[in-house]
């Protein structure tokens, strides 16, 4: 019974814990902070959820997070100049468009000749400017996923730089998966302590 009283406290700390990071990550992200990419290649990023501006998307170094046809999500290089070689800002996007783009590029043309009339076509939406929406993948947290990303990006032969910024378009704070940890962390103390008391 005390072993797993003990088991009920770690994990009741563990969901304030994570619940109190996330509250915390929503109350300093109010709203997201627009930023150039310029500035954000320089001096990092001032807060965790961004709308960065004045990017050049590069659809023909984008990845495929999955490596199949279907696919989750893409890794798109954002640049400040559009013939940037270094990758210093990193996009995870699900947007279906561009997943649609780079889906049909490279499973959907065979000839070079097919190949190079759809980038004739859509040479706007590969190298095109956008501002893009989303949070910072970082902290505790987001570590591993990070570390994966970075990983999936240089073995592919991308040159990214050692302090990229990755940046998860669309995700935004989770004020209230944080609240609902919180809440369950408090009620399971609550528990803990009344039941002790009534032993």
């Known amino acids: 019974m005390r072993r797993f009283r003990y088991t009920l406290i770690a994990v ?8 109190g990071n996330d509250l915390l990550l929503w109350f300093n992200n109010q709203a997201p902070r627009q930023v150039s990419i310029d500035r954000l290649e320089q001096s ?11 990017g050049y998307q590069d659809l023909d170094r984008a990845i495929s997070t999955s490596g ?7 890794l798109v ?10 990758i210093r800002v990193l996009i995870e996007t699900r947007h279906p468009q561009l997943l649609k783009l780079f889906q049909d590029y490279h499973f959907f043309t065979d000839t070079l ?4 009339a759809f980038r004739r076509e859509h040479h706007a939406e590969f190298k095109g400017q956008r501002a893009v929406t989303g949070m910072l993948v970082d902290g505790l947290i987001a570590r591993g996923n990070r570390e994966k990303l970075l ?4 073995e592919t032969g991308l040159e990214v730089a050692d302090n990229v910024i990755f940046l ?6 989770g004020k209230w998966r944080g609240v609902f940890f919180t809440v369950v962390g408090l009620l399971g103390l609550v528990r803990v302590v009344t039941r002790k008391k009534g032993d």
């Not at 009741?12 to 619940?19: K, T």
């Not at 199949?68 to 893409?74: D, N, P, R, T």
């Not at 000749?113 to 190079?116: F, I, N, T």
């Open 12 to 19: 009741c700390l563990v969901l304030l814990f994570l619940g």
């Open 44 to 54: 990092g990023a001032p807060q965790e959820w961004l709308h960065v501006v004045n």
């Open 68 to 74: 199949s046809v279907e696919m989750e999500a893409l």
């Open 77 to 86: 290089p954002l640049l400040k100049d559009a013939d940037q070689e270094q």
């Open 113 to 116: 000749a097919q190949k190079q």
């Open 151 to 154: 990983k999936l990006a240089r």
């Open 168 to 173: 998860s378009e669309g995700k935004e704070p």
